[in-house]
């Protein structure tokens, strides 16, 4: 909702909210089949750090830019945001967990992610209200930042063991 807000600000007219919305959408699908193809060659710890750093910096370009134009580029390189992090972030937890335990894992993943979206939220809000779109959105970005780091730092990606074809 608060980028659907930035871009109105930005200049984008309620009636092309729909289309920025759906731009979006477009370019999510084309980057979720390239980011979980490039995640089984790389890695998903590293295309999800990328993936975060690419939030940052759409945050930091939400906090910075103005205009429609860059609204529209910033919804589109957001789709890639969730290309490179929403199916690679599922695939992650079902490389580090036992198989027998992967739907009490995803139940785990989406109720953290639910539990932590209404808090930020409102945090966001707060903070908008008090402060301005630009403290917002750079927390976001400086948060999102400090995650990846924390992410490419501290986890050590387990990826399963490849079976050899057969011959």
Not at 20 to 28: E, F, G, P, R, S
């Amino acid at each position: 909702a608060f980028i659907l807000l930035r871009a109105k600000q930005m200049g984008v007219a309620t009636a092309l909210i729909p289309l920025l919305w759906a731009a979006l959408h477009v370019t999510k699908v084309v980057f979720s089949i390239y980011g979980g193809g490039l995640s089984d060659r790389i890695g998903r710890r590293r295309v999800i750090v990328a993936g975060w750093l690419v939030y940052s910096g759409v945050y930091a370009g939400f906090a910075l830019l103005g205009g429609a134009a860059a609204a529209w580029a910033l919804f589109m390189v957001y789709g890639i945001y969730f290309g490179f992090t929403e199916g690679v972030e599922k695939a992650f937890v079902a490389d580090i967990v036992p198989r027998e335990s992967a739907g009490s894992a995803y139940g785990l993943f989406n109720l953290i992610l639910g539990l932590c979206a209404l808090p930020s939220s409102l945090l966001m809000g707060r903070i908008w209200d008090s402060f301005g779109h630009r403290c917002a959105f750079m927390l976001g970005a400086g948060l999102a930042c400090a995650a990846a780091l924390l992410m490419f730092a501290i986890v050590r990606e387990n990826r399963p063991s490849q079976t050899p074809a057969a011959s």
